[in-house]
């Protein structure tokens, strides 16, 4: 279902309340980082519908083409369309491989690199921001973040999983230890007894009843006799 029902309205209070927020923090210009994707892409023309000076960068590093030129194209076109707008591109590609190379022995963890691509690409941003005197806006996807709030919970859950699971295979690993040694039955006997004692203590917390104490105490001896 869709649960917007006029687009254009949305659009401009969002423009709007980009221009307050920059006029009460006398926030003289916009940057955007632009790569290629949707998201980038609406932030990006919303900034440039305040009217406000925008400036669009692109920061390739080891771009795949089809990508890169997808950022071109909206780089090319917001210039076209918008007289605010300052296109800018950095390669920040040997930037990185330079900063990869500095960190050897620590420079091999995927996950680790992807990040910082993103904290390079962030870097140039608040300087050119600082440069002009604005405000790097973010192009962050409310649904990414749910998705990555929804993963996190999800690995909790998974390593919760795995300490029961290495629980029970420690405990089984135990049994199988006693079992070994001949010492099963006397670990049966030893639960079974301490069941019962903990079972003779609630009783008296809740019943103060003399008749249930002595047929618990009977139960007990002769479970331990035929164990």
């Known amino acids: 279902m869709n649960r917007i029902e006029d687009y254009l309205e949305v659009k401009l209070n969002i423009v709007e309340w980009i221009k307050d927020y920059a006029d009460k923090s006398k926030i003289k210009s916009l940057v955007v980082g632009v790569s290629g ?21 692109g920061m390739p590093i080891h771009q795949k083409e089809d ?52 904290r390079i690409r962030m870097v140039t941003l608040y300087q050119v921001a600082g440069s002009v005197g604005g405000i790097v806006v973010g192009t962050g996807n409310k ?27 420690a405990d089984a690993e135990k049994i199988v230890e006693y079992e070994r040694n001949g010492q099963l039955e006397s670990l049966k006997q030893r639960v079974i007894s301490r069941a019962l004692d903990q079972a003779e203590v ?26």
């Not at 071109?72 to 590609?93: A, F, R």
């Not at 330079?98 to 910082?116: E, H, I, P, Q, R």
């Not at 609630?202 to 164990?227: G, P």
């Open 37 to 57: 994707g949707i998201d980038s892409a609406v932030v990006s023309t919303l900034c440039a519908e305040t009217g406000l000076p925008t400036y669009v960068i």
């Open 67 to 118: 990508q890169e030129n997808l950022s071109d194209g909206h780089l090319d076109w917001m210039l076209e369309k918008y007289s605010n707008v300052t296109k800018l591109k950095y390669d920040l590609s040997n930037t990185f491989d330079t900063f990869v190379s500095a960190m050897d022995g620590y420079n091999d963890n995927k996950l680790a690199l992807a990040n910082t691509r993103s």
């Open 143 to 169: 649904v990414e973040d749910l998705l990555l709030d929804a993963k996190d919970e999800a690995k909790e859950i998974l390593e919760k999983a795995e300490a029961d699971v290495a629980k029970v295979k």
């Open 202 to 227: 609630e009783l008296h917390k809740d019943m103060n009843d003399d008749f249930h104490s002595t047929a618990l105490k009977r139960a007990k001896t002769q479970i331990e006799a035929n164990a």
